[in-house]
């Protein structure tokens, strides 16, 4: 929230606090546009950002993920109290990466390279010409392959 100048400000404190600058855009939303129309501030929020306490935006600790076809893959949404996980939000792009390329889903706790399950939308025959080496099926709706190669 605020302007530009204040947001490098931000990321400079947190590379000297921390030990990790941000790498990724933050938006400058000095008018709450941005934080109104995502619902991360109510509808009513009005005034000077710079005049703000960090209780008055304390709903302002989203993390929103976007794909290249311009939708939101992912919201995460964390109090102000609570560090943002990196690793969890990298590790939800490498999946979103991968399920995008490949008919698969990525399994609770899932990491590079680990087993995927193949997609629900894939029928068995198709899975056996995508993957003539089979797969493992604790359930009839799991089949468990490895990671394909991207």
């Given at each position: ?10 990321r ?119 993957y003539?080496q ?17």
């Open positions: 929230m605020g302007n530009a100048s204040g947001q490098r400000v931000r400079r404190s947190e590379a000297q606090t921390q030990g990790a600058r941000p790498n990724f855009p933050i938006i400058a939303d000095a008018d709450f546009n941005v934080s109104k129309l995502y619902g991360m501030l109510p509808a009513s929020t009005s005034g000077d950002a710079k005049s703000r306490t960090p209780a008055d935006n304390q709903t302002v600790r989203n993390v929103f993920v976007i794909g290249p076809d311009k939708k939101i893959k992912l919201i995460l949404v964390y109090p102000m109290t609570t560090g943002r996980n990196f690793d969890e939000v990298l590790r939800v792009i490498d999946s979103l990466q991968l399920t995008a390329k490949h008919k698969v889903a990525t399994p609770v706790n899932w990491k590079q390279g680990e087993d995927v399950i193949i997609a629900g939308s894939v029928s068995d025959d198709d899975a056996k010409k995508q003539p089979g797969w493992k099926a604790p359930k009839p709706y799991i089949r468990i392959v490895p990671q394909p190669r991207t």
